[in-house]
């Protein structure tokens, strides 16, 4: 039987199913309030950003404080359309799934701006590190879609010759590395790239995003010891999704107030940003960006966010969180909260924005269509069946090439 | 073999600005063996220094300098200590290129003493060659002498895949055959022991017939080549010595000819006893070279204990192991 009080301490999110949801916990200060210091800062003094949060649109979906970037309603636009499409496909790859068209899928709803508004604020040529849920740089650096779903169904026109589950994109055309699927993994390799990159004399800096839970990983440690002894130019993103899997945020937060906050440990600067703010997350990747290029170092930030749908097509969150928890998310939907400040800059409306999302929805139909002409994971033709001992070295050597020959191909 | 591996580093690093060496005490102080002694003064901070105390984040920053076109020396200060990087080696640095389909790739040398015989206790003295035989996607090299040792670590360093490179540390100042007590023996003497200045590879992959013999074979790497001819000598038992020095890819071919003349088999490891590479040997020996077999392969290795710290040398593999082990094989 278990003990009605625990003998060490576990923590234990505000709400189970079952429970209304409830984030009275969270504190949210006023948008506009946060300071931007000069680049040039010291990171050990950037604790009050790490302990705080760095919003930009407010309660009207008004652009205010330091960090606004004043950016042109263009390239508002562009983020709008680069966040729905990236739901959108989402949401058609997931349907996909279920009819079995695909092993595996895993959405970004309600992430969308932590991924596409970085890639915006970054060069197209800087190197990104992401984890599983940030497909939508992918969308903001111009990937051809029907080439992403060929990798997602693994099918012959895969570029990654079915050897990653979906979702594990490789681009490296687009300076997109590879996607481990273990976690927190690349965190340290993105800081021995950017190392690189200072060391080659470029300008390019790196960028890598892991979860809340991934912090608790001996890499993320790793990642952080390494960026602050050799200054290097990269960008460390935790994306607080409140969510890993089943485990709530605090089994790996423990007693820190923030994951922001870690950084400053390490002299590191660290941001913590209101993560369904596209303007917030520009800006503080601007920030970091012309930071690491400057030679000032490191940032970790921390993108306070909800993950609005399951982690993955494997999971089903009704058993660990309550029903209409993203709803009740006190920093709202990323998408409705840019496109309501286009909307209120006279910049957008209601009609563009169903117009937009129905042309993206067919784009995203016929790119499936397109993509199947090429096979399926199920009906084939996939990556010719050799290829799977080759790119394991440089030339097979003799066993590979006996095993290939025992295979019979 | 110190000043062997030194002088590879020192021409690689001449030679290619993209030649970097890191690791725990690699930088200033030139390594705890000595290995990258000059280096920095040579080349600079930014070219071999000191690593923080983290062997996953050393692999993983040679991993991401190496993807973007720097070849890293990493050097991990005792193999025993690997283990906390094992996850990026398995996970991550043999896999990249597998699964980025070639686009990316990240060939990194890792170079890390092994083996016992110097009193270095249970965190000293590992010999975990075999766990990474067993990785999909990295090479692993051991060499036995200064020439090989040199030949072989500037031939890891520009190959395109990633090498796992133990340097055997008993070996690192003599030969050793494993008179345990006996006064050390320099390099100098040994038919390997002098090593050209210039730059010079040996392949990846070739194994090396250190002495010829009718009787049988004894396959063997690192500090147990040595043990093995003096095994030989001691005895008098014409055996066929290989020195494997490559353990992946290892030279089937040289082996399979040798065991087929020979018809009789000993591999040997100084690892212990089960799972070790030795068993790889003996099964695939079998497989090529079975109706030539007039005994059962035997193997000579350490116990499957930890490594002791005052019954090393019961625990190490000598020449009298060695030769009881010959004997069977002869009179089976």
Redesign the interface.
């Known amino acids: 039987m278990a003990h009605s009080t625990p003998r060490f301490h576990v923590p234990a999110p505000h709400a189970r199913p079952g429970d209304t949801p409830d984030f009275s916990h969270i504190e949210i200060p006023p948008a506009g309030q946060s300071r931007r210091p000069d680049v040039a800062i010291a990171g050990s003094e950037t604790l009050d950003l790490a302990l705080g949060l760095v919003r930009v649109l407010d309660h009207n979906h008004q652009a205010v404080g330091e960090w606004d970037p004043k950016l042109e309603p263009d390239v508002l636009r562009e983020g709008l359309r680069h966040m729905v499409l990236t739901r959108v496909y989402d949401e058609r790859m997931q349907k996909l799934q279920r009819q079995g068209k695909m092993s595996f899928y895993m959405k970004s709803m309600g992430e969308e701006a932590v991924a596409v508004a970085a890639a915006m604020a970054l060069e197209k040529t800087d ?1 990104v590190f992401p984890s599983y849920r940030q497909q939508g740089i992918l969308f903001a650096r111009g990937r051809d879609i029907v080439e992403m779903m060929c990798h997602c169904i693994s099918n012959s026109r895969d ?3 079915g ?2 589950l979906p979702v ?1 994109y ?1 681009w ?1 055309e687009g300076d997109f ?2 996607i ?1 699927g ?1 976690l927190t ?13 200072r ?2 004399g470029e300008s390019r800096i ?1 960028a890598s995003w892991i979860g809340d839970g991934s912090t608790a990983e ?2 993320f ?3 952080l ?2 960026a602050s ?1 050799y200054r290097a130019p990269v960008i460390l993103n935790v994306v607080n999704n409140q969510w890993a899997i089943s485990t709530f945020q605090g089994i790996a937060a423990g007693a820190s107030e923030t994951f922001a906050q870690k950084g400053i440990g390490y002299g590191l600067a660290s941001l913590r940003i209101d993560g369904n703010d596209f303007l917030a997350v520009y800006a503080a990747t601007k920030w970091a960006a012309e930071r690491a290029r400057a030679g000032h170092g490191a940032t970790v930030i921390e993108s306070f966010t909800y993950r609005a749908d399951a982690h993955s097509t494997s999971d089903d969150p009704s058993g660990y969180r309550p029903k209409g928890e993203a709803a009740a998310w006190p920093l709202g939907d990323p998408v409705e909260r840019l496109k309501n400040h286009l909307i209120g800059l006279g910049q957008w409306d209601e009609e563009r924005h169903a117009a937009m999302e129905k042309e993206l929805d067919q784009l995203v139909i016929a790119s499936y269509k397109e993509a199947e002409t090429f096979g399926t994971l199920h009906d084939g033709p996939l990556s010719p069946v050799q290829t799977m001992f ?5 030339e097979p ?3 590979l090439r006996r095993q290939r020959r025992d295979l019979g191909v | 073999m110190i000043q062997a591996l030194n002088s590879a580093m020192d021409n690689m690093m001449e030679r290619d600005a993209n030649v ?1 060496a890191f690791g725990e005490d690699v930088g200033y102080f030139g390594g705890v063996f000595r290995v990258t002694a000059g280096l920095q003064e040579k080349y600079g901070l ?1 070219r071999c220094f000191d690593a ?1 105390i ?1 062997e ?2 050393i692999v ?11 070849k ?1 020396v990493a050097e991990i200060q005792f193999s025993d200590y690997i283990f ?1 990087g094992f ?2 080696i398995v ?2 640095l043999s896999r ?10 990240a060939p990194v040398v890792i170079r890390t003493p092994s083996g016992g015989g110097i009193r270095g206790g249970q965190t000293h003295s590992m010999s975990p060659e075999a766990f990474f035989t067993h990785i ?2 990295i ?1 692993v090299v051991m060499p036995s002498n200064p020439y090989d040792a040199k030949g072989l670590l500037i031939a890891a360093i520009e ?3 990633p090498v796992i490179f133990f340097e055997p540390k008993r070996l690192y100042n003599g030969p050793f055959d494993g008179g345990a007590g006996k006064a050390l023996e320099a390099w100098g003497k040994h038919p390997k022991g002098e090593v050209p200045e210039d730059h010079y590879t040996l392949p990846i ?1 070739k194994a090396d017939i250190v002495r010829e013999g009718a009787a049988m074979t004894i396959i063997a790497y690192g500090t147990l080549v040595h043990v093995a001819q003096a095994a030989v000598e001691q005895s008098g038992i014409d055996a066929e010595i290989i020195d494997l020095r490559t353990l992946v ?1 290892y030279d ?1 071919e040289t082996i399979a000819a040798s065991v087929n003349k020979t018809g009789r088999c000993i591999v040997a490891q100084e690892a212990p006893r089960t799972s070790g590479f030795g068993a790889e040997l003996a099964a695939q020996i079998q497989e090529e070279c079975f109706y030539a077999l007039e005994a059962p392969i035997k193997r000579v290795t350490g116990w499957d204990t930890p490594y002791p710290h005052a019954h090393e040398w019961s625990y190490f593999p000598g020449p009298q192991r060695f030769i009881n082990a010959m004997r069977e094989v002869l009179e089976a």
């Open positions: 190197m570029n990654l010759k050897r990653q594990h490789t490296a590395f590879s481990s273990n993994t690349q965190f340290p390799q993105a800081v021995g790239y950017a190392m690189a990159c060391y080659k790196a001996g890499d440690h790793g990642a010891v390494l002894t080759e790119d394991v070295y440089a050597d003799w066993r | 970097l930014d923080p983290n996953a984040a993983a920053m040679a991993i991401g300098m190496a993807a973007n076109g720097l890293p906390p996850d990026q996970s991550e990249l290129r597998y699964r980025t389909a070639g686009t990316f790739t999909p996607g090479q190959s395109p895949d992959g890819p089937i």
